[in-house]
């Protein structure tokens, strides 16, 4: 997906930046996801992202 920076408002930056962070940080190693505040599994970053989708809505 390619997003024009420059079209996006403060709040659209933001929220797509943190995405970029959590999803940045996927693993489906069992043993990775146990180590707390590292990896995220694809149930956290779904809830994440419907999560952020809401807040665009707004």
Do not use: C, H, T
Not at 10 to 28: N, V
Not at 35 to 51: A, F, G, T
Request: no cysteine; charged share 40%; net charge negative.
């Amino acid at each position: 997906m390619e997003i024009d920076y420059n079209e996006l408002s403060k709040r659209e930056y933001e929220i797509f930046g943190e995405i970029s962070d959590i999803s940045a940080r996927f693993s489906d190693d069992p043993e990775d996801l146990k180590i707390p505040n590292v990896y995220y599994s694809e149930e956290q970053i779904r809830n994440e992202v419907m999560k952020m989708w809401r807040l665009l809505k707004r």
